[in-house]
C-alpha cells in the first residue's frame, strides 16, 4: 500500500472524520428518494469494473425487494418477487460469494495494516473489523450451496420461467402465482422475507462493503469545460467505483465512461420530453473516486 492509500485509509478511522455509520440497506433508500425529493444534490455512480457492477446491481435489487415487500398489495408482493428473481439470476452467474469473500479478505488486510498507527480511533478500527470478520464467519458458514433451496423451489422455478415471457404470470398462466397473491398481506410479507432471507448474508456483506468503498474516496470539486471533463488515473492505483454528485437545479445527467488509466464525463441535458443533449456549458460537480 502506498502512503497515499495509507493516508486515506488512516483518515477514514481517527476521530475528526465524523462518518456515519452504515445504515440498512432499505433505510438508506428510503433516505436516498426523501434526499432527491428535497432536492439535494443527484449523485450518480459508475462501477469501473465488472466485479463492482454485479455488486451494485445485487445492491440495487435487494434494497427494491425490501422496499415493495413492505406495500400491502399483490402488486407490491409481485414486484417484489420480480427482485428476488432478478438477485437469483444475478447470484447464479459466477460466484459471488466468493467474490464478495474476496473483498471482505482485502478490507480486512488493508485495515489491520492501522492498528498500530498513531492518531487513528482504535475503538471504530476494531468494531469495523470485527463487523467485517462476522460478515466473512457468516458468508463461510451459508456455504457454497446456500442457493439450492432457490433453485430447487418448484414455486420459484415457474414464476421464474413464465416471467420470460411479456404478461406470462397472469393467471391463467400461473394459478398457483395467483392463489399465492390471494394469502393475506402479512403472511405474503412473510414467505418473501423467508425467501430474501436466503440471501442475507450476502446482502449485508455488499452493503457494508460498498458503504467502506464509497467513504475511502475524497470529494474534488471540478469544473467539466463546455461539458466535458476527463482525467488520467494514476497506474499504480485501482479504483473501482466513481462517484459523481450534481446540484439537481443544473438538470444535468453524466455520461461517464472509464477504465484503469482514464475518466470522462460528458454533461447532458435532460429536455422536457426525456431526451439527453450534450450540454455546451462550463459545469461544475463534485467527483469521487473510490478504490
Known sequence: ???????????????????????????????????????????????????????????????????????????GSRAA???????????????????????????????????????????????????LLRLRADLVACGSNYLAGLKDSEFLSAIKHRSAIPGGTCEFDLPAYYAWQQHDAARRRSDLLQWVGTLMPLAEALQVLLGLLRESGTPQQVVAVSGQYSQSLPAGRVYQLMRVRIDKALHLVPEISGHRLMMLVRLMRQEADGRLRPSDADSSFELTLCA
Open 1 to 75: 500500500m502506498n502512503t497515499d492509500d495509507e493516508r486515506e485509509e488512516s483518515a477514514r478511522f481517527t476521530p475528526e472524520g465524523g462518518h456515519a455509520q452504515n445504515t440498512a440497506m432499505s433505510e438508506e433508500a428510503q433516505q436516498t428518494t426523501q434526499a432527491v425529493a428535497a432536492g439535494a444534490p443527484l449523485v450518480f455512480e459508475q462501477p469501473l469494473n465488472e466485479r463492482m457492477r454485479t455488486f451494485l446491481r445485487l445492491d440495487f435489487l435487494y434494497s427494491q425487494a425490501l422496499y415493495h415487500n413492505e406495500m400491502q398489495s399483490q402488486w
Open 81 to 131: 418477487m420480480g427482485s428476488l428473481l432478478d438477485i437469483l439470476a444475478i447470484a447464479a452467474r459466477g460466484d459471488v460469494r466468493a467474490d464478495v469473500q474476496k473483498e471482505l479478505e482485502r478490507h480486512l488486510a488493508q485495515l489491520n495494516v492501522f492498528q498500530s498507527k498513531p492518531g487513528v480511533d482504535s475503538a471504530r478500527l476494531r468494531t469495523v473489523m470485527s463487523n
